[in-house]
């Protein structure tokens, strides 16, 4: 993309972990998994997204404005859930992404699927959004207070709640085609580059459609280019986790089959 120095300075790619992990005997072990240096403010704009998309899929606010997660046991529900009313479709544009329509050229088929599969679709993606949120509020324990540990066991759980906060981004940048996505950065490359500090409040609020700008060019352009340098930080935080783990498979792979090899031989 070329924009790595833009979404430096908010989040940087994944590398491999061996971070200690305290276990339930109460003995220090290393712990397979993935680092990333997220400073504390951007663990704050983490669990701020979070929260917000848990919000877009029912998950209340406490008065202080934690999310209200299910109870940990509860986080995943129950293994199927049957409506046997119609579900309305979702409103919102980006609950329809988290939550799209099954078929777009038959109604019926996809108000059926929505009835059948809604409430678990939306229990899975709470409960991960939950994992993200714990991962990120939760103090480091090593020497590193910037490393964000994301152990192996999440991490497939981390990168598909990556996709869901980026699908709520992309509806609020109003991304709907190849060519949207192709010119989304084009912001960043403006040569009229006002500084966003002042604009992060701002676009956190605008993303969940609570802008608090008074509208001017200037000001929606802060909010679109902090938002886009957001969404393409993630983007860069999944990829590089992707990969990582793309790369542990194919190791565990090649282990698996030397060792089938060998005992052929």
């Known amino acids: 993309m070329g924009h790595d120095a833009a979404f ?21 072990r290393p712990e397979v998994g993935y680092v990333a240096r997220v400073d504390r403010a951007e663990r704050a704009l983490l669990a ?25 046991e509860d986080r995943a529900g129950p293994a199927l859930r049957l409506r046997t009313g119609p579900v309305e479709r979702p409103r919102d544009g ?17 108000a059926e699927f929505r009835r ?14 939950a994992v993200l949120w714990d ?29 869901d906060v980026r699908l709520v981004l992309a509806e609020r940048l109003d991304v709907r085609t190849d ?36 509208g001017t060019a200037d000001d929606e352009r802060a909010v679109r280019r902090y938002l886009v340098s957001v969404y393409g930080a993630l983007g860069l935080l999944q990829e590089s986790l992707v990969e990582l783990m793309l790369e542990d498979l194919r190791r565990g792979s090649h282990r698996r089959s030397g060792r089938g090899g060998s005992t052929s031989s």
Do not use: C, I, N
């Open 116 to 129: 059948l599969t809604e409430d678990d679709l939306r229990a899975g993606k709470v409960a991960r959004l």
């Open 48 to 72: 701020v997204l979070a929260a917000d998309v848990a919000e877009l899929l029912g998950v209340p606010r406490g008065v202080d404005g934690t999310p209200q997660w299910p109870v940990r």
């Open 179 to 214: 060519e949207d996505a192709d010119t989304l950065y084009d912001v960043l490359d403006d040569e009229h580059d006002r500084a966003v500090s002042g604009a992060e409040d701002d676009a956190t609020a605008d993303w969940a459609g609570d802008s608090t700008t008074d």
């Open 94 to 110: 980006a609950v329809r992404r988290l939550l799209p329509d099954a078929s777009r050229d038959d109604e019926e088929v996809a």
């Open 8 to 28: 430096g300075r908010l989040m940087r790619a994944f590398e491999r972990s061996d971070a200690p992990a305290v276990g339930a005997d109460g003995a220090t």
């Open 135 to 163: 991962l990120v509020t939760t103090p480091s324990t090593g020497p590193d207070d910037d490393a964000l540990v994301v152990p192996a066991g999440r991490a497939q759980e981390v990168v598909a709640t990556l996709t």
